[in-house]
């Protein structure tokens, strides 16, 4: 088993009589790569910057390496790197002095490793640029320098892609890979752009408005995600009880316009269209369907608020 | 801490704030001096072109010492939350505490050199461009600077500590300007119907450098010329230290940023 490297323990955090994040539980473990989804007000940067001991727990805990501490967690914290929201540097310094100004802050011996970050964000060339005139994207990618200036072990990284043109992406994308792999950095990255996520993270971790809907693996999102069928049906109910007594344990899930989504482990979809006309229910339409990311996502949300 | 301490120096030595605050400032003691100089050459009678008479500008009013600490601390820091700098120094392992030691440390350090520099300029301009004789002006002069720099250090803490805690600089500049000028006043005045008010009051800088110094071309009056008056400037400005760095540490403990 994975060491777990960051945990939150009934985490929440209100501010005034605004709950940002509401009784959050999670663990992530050495070398994943978590990605929070939500919209905005979802409590993605608020559990960000309680890690990051930017701000304070209303109630709960975090843990970080172990340590739960104010004081330890203080020394944990010198083992992580993080851009959440705006990259901090100094506008009126180089891309160079400002990566120089976080190495001797981090007490970094020798220069090498300014030049070796300049490279890997594709800083080099800008390096004598003063961080005022870079644009967003170049922001971005000195933001990731910044975190990753004294090799840390955990990388918070909100919204790392703002502002990236499509080959920043590609490259920011493939950075994070290979930081991952190589390294064994472990990464908790927030995004709005879903498709992204989906290409980077391995494990997810859903919010809406301060709750965890759900934590996922990669692996049971795809089967969760994975094939299902659409059947237009003449009677659902009907249909539904059908499906309940010819395949007992079957997901589905009626949806308007006399639709049901039938999930899981499925049939052959023929089986399914001649269990409708046995039982006297015509099919007018059936498909073979596979959930993305976002559309997941949605349906948990929704049942989320109902619940 | 001292990583921190050195990266800062690193940053406000390849940054053009220093330089032109001391430029600034250097220019403005020139022109003072250079100014009164090239008056007394036009005008033959003026009695104010003298060493005596330009030095009394701070010799009686030494609290410009806190004001320059603060607004040079303001210059050094107000930026740090703008720019989300301090968030990542706390995101990297910096315990608030020891963010506003190493800014206290740094500010302190970068005012005691610039006062060292204008000191300089200042006494040095004047004995070259002004007559009449340099002591015993310079050296009461000295004396007050280092009678109150103790105080300058408090001032110049508190300003680290509300840049710290606030967000806008003017915010920053108006409780400071409350602490240091308007609290005092209201003791001083309030000391007229409360005799302990009176000798509480008669320990804040702001009231005993109004009350109980006097410079210009009448005469100088120094309370620190005394033993038992510069005393009284250093206990307050070792209080003022105490106080203020624990009201630095106490605001900014648990400070959200």
Same mark, same amino acid.
């Given at each position: 088993?994975?060491?777990?490297?960051?945990?939150?323990?009934?985490?929440?955090?209100?501010?005034?009589?605004?709950?940002?994040?509401?009784?959050?539980?999670?663990?992530?473990?050495r070398?994943?790569?978590?990605?929070?989804?939500?919209?905005?007000?979802?409590?993605?940067?608020?559990?960000?910057?309680l890690?990051?001991?930017?701000?304070?727990?209303?109630?709960?805990?975090?843990r970080?390496?172990?340590?739960?501490?104010e004081?330890?967690?203080?020394? /944990?914290?010198?083992?992580?790197?993080?851009?959440?929201?705006?990259?901090?540097?100094y506008?009126?310094?180089?891309?160079?002095?400002?990566?120089?100004?976080y190495r +001797?802050?981090?007490?970094?011996?020798?220069?090498?490793?300014?030049?070796?970050?300049?490279?890997?964000?594709?800083?080099?060339?800008?390096?004598?640029?003063?961080g005022?005139?870079?644009?967003?994207?170049?922001? /971005?990618?000195?933001?990731?320098?910044?975190?990753?200036?004294?090799?840390?072990?955990?990388?918070?990284?909100?919204?790392?892609?703002?502002?990236?043109?499509?080959s920043g992406?590609?490259?920011?994308?493939?950075?994070?890979?290979?930081?991952?792999?190589?390294?064994?950095?472990? +990464?908790?990255?927030?995004?709005h752009i879903?498709?992204?996520?989906?290409?980077?993270?391995?494990?997810?971790?859903?919010?809406?408005? &301060?709750?965890?809907?759900?934590?996922?693996?990669?692996?049971?999102?795809?089967e969760?995600? &994975?094939?299902?069928?659409?059947?237009?049906?003449?009677?659902?109910?009907?249909?539904?009880?059908?499906?309940e007594?010819?395949?007992?344990?079957?997901?589905?899930?009626?949806?308007?316009? /006399?639709?049901?989504?039938?999930?899981g482990?499925?049939?052959?979809?023929?089986?399914?269209?001649?269990?409708?006309?046995?039982?006297?229910?015509?099919?007018?339409a059936?498909?073979?369907?596979?959930?993305?990311?976002?559309?997941?996502?949605?349906?948990?949300?929704?049942?989320?608020?109902?619940? | 801490?001292?990583?921190?301490?050195?990266?800062?120096?690193?940053?406000?030595?390849?940054?053009?704030?220093?330089?032109?605050?001391?430029?600034?400032?250097?220019?403005?003691v020139?022109?003072?001096?250079?100014?009164?100089?090239?008056?007394?050459?036009?005008?033959?009678?003026?009695?104010?072109?003298? =060493? $005596?008479?330009v030095?009394?500008?701070?010799?009686?009013?030494?609290?410009?010492?806190?004001?320059?600490?603060?607004?040079?601390?303001?210059?050094?820091?107000?930026?740090?939350?703008?720019?989300?700098?301090?968030?990542?120094?706390?995101?990297?392992?910096?315990?608030?505490?020891?963010?506003?030691?190493?800014?206290? *440390? =740094?500010?302190f =350090?970068?005012?005691?050199?610039?006062?060292? #520099?204008?000191?300089?300029?200042?006494?040095?301009?004047?004995?070259?461009l #002004?007559?009449?004789?340099?002591?015993?002006?310079?050296?009461?002069?000295?004396?007050?600077?280092?009678?109150?720099?103790?105080?300058?250090?408090?001032?110049?803490?508190?300003?680290?500590?509300?840049?710290?805690?606030?967000?806008?600089?003017?915010?920053?500049?108006?409780?400071?300007?409350?602490?240091?000028?308007?609290?005092p006043? *209201?003791?001083?005045?309030?000391?007229?119907?409360? $005799?302990?008010?009176?000798?509480?009051?008669?320990?804040?800088?702001?009231?005993?450098?109004?009350?109980?110094?006097?410079?210009?071309?009448?005469?100088y009056?120094?309370?620190?010329?005394?033993?038992?008056?510069?005393?009284k400037?250093?206990?307050?400005?070792?209080?003022?230290?105490?106080?203020?760095?624990?009201?630095?540490?106490? *605001?900014?403990?648990?400070?959200?940023?």
């Amino acid at each position: 088993m994975k060491e777990i490297i960051a945990e939150a323990g009934s985490l929440t955090k209100r501010y005034g009589r605004i709950t940002a994040l509401n009784n959050v539980n999670l663990r992530v473990r050495r070398g994943e790569i978590l990605g929070l989804v939500g919209d905005n007000g979802s409590g993605k940067s608020t559990f960000l910057k309680l890690l990051a001991g930017q701000i304070f727990p209303t109630e709960g805990e975090v843990r970080l390496f172990g340590a739960g501490t104010e004081r330890e967690l203080v020394r /944990q914290r010198r083992r992580v790197g993080t851009m959440i929201e705006a990259p901090g540097f100094y506008p009126q310094l180089t891309v160079e002095r400002n990566l120089e100004y976080y190495r +001797i802050q981090k007490g970094i011996p020798g220069k090498e490793q300014v030049r070796d970050i300049l490279r890997q964000i594709g800083l080099y060339e800008r390096r004598k640029t003063y961080g005022k005139q870079l644009s967003l994207g170049m922001k /971005q990618r000195l933001g990731l320098g910044i975190a990753l200036m004294g090799e840390p072990e955990l990388l918070l990284l909100d919204e790392p892609i703002n502002g990236l043109d499509p080959s920043g992406i590609i490259e920011m994308r493939e950075t994070l890979h290979r930081l991952n792999l190589e390294k064994n950095i472990t +990464i908790i990255l927030s995004s709005h752009i879903l498709t992204e996520l989906e290409q980077l993270a391995d494990e997810y971790c859903f919010l809406d408005r &301060g709750r965890l809907l759900k934590q996922i693996s990669a692996g049971e999102l795809a089967e969760e995600c &994975g094939s299902c069928i659409e059947i237009c049906v003449s009677d659902p109910e009907l249909f539904a009880v059908s499906l309940e007594k010819q395949f007992p344990g079957q997901k589905y899930q009626v949806l308007p316009g /006399q639709r049901l989504r039938i999930s899981g482990e499925c049939a052959e979809p023929e089986r399914y269209s001649s269990l409708a006309s046995q039982s006297g229910i015509t099919v007018s339409a059936l498909s073979v369907k596979k959930r993305t990311l976002e559309e997941y996502y949605m349906e948990l949300k929704k049942g989320g608020r109902e619940s | 801490m001292i990583n921190y301490i050195r990266s800062e120096f690193y940053r406000i030595l390849h940054t053009k704030e220093i330089y032109l605050f001391n430029l600034l400032l250097t220019a403005g003691v020139l022109a003072l001096n250079g100014g009164i100089h090239a008056a007394a050459a036009t005008l033959p009678n003026i009695r104010y072109a003298n =060493v $005596k008479f330009v030095l009394s500008f701070l010799t009686g009013s030494m609290d410009f010492l806190f004001i320059a600490g603060a607004v040079l601390a303001v210059l050094l820091f107000s930026g740090d939350r703008k720019n989300g700098v301090m968030k990542n120094a706390v995101a990297y392992g910096m315990s608030r505490t020891s963010l506003f030691f190493g800014k206290c *440390i =740094v500010s302190f =350090v970068m005012a005691l050199a610039s006062m060292v #520099l204008l000191t300089a300029v200042y006494i040095v301009s004047a004995i070259l461009l #002004l007559e009449g004789p340099a002591q015993p002006y310079v050296e009461l002069m000295l004396e007050g600077i280092a009678a109150n720099l103790p105080f300058a250090a408090a001032a110049l803490i508190l300003a680290v500590a509300f840049i710290q805690f606030f967000e806008k600089e003017l915010i920053v500049g108006l409780a400071w300007m409350a602490v240091i000028y308007l609290i005092p006043s *209201i003791c001083y005045s309030t000391g007229f119907q409360f $005799k302990t008010m009176a000798e509480i009051a008669a320990w804040m800088p702001r009231n005993y450098l109004m009350t109980e110094v006097t410079a210009g071309m009448n005469g100088y009056a120094c309370l620190w010329s005394e033993p038992e008056g510069a005393a009284k400037c250093v206990i307050a400005g070792v209080v003022g230290i105490v106080v203020f760095l624990s009201l630095g540490i106490l *605001i900014n403990r648990r400070k959200e940023i």
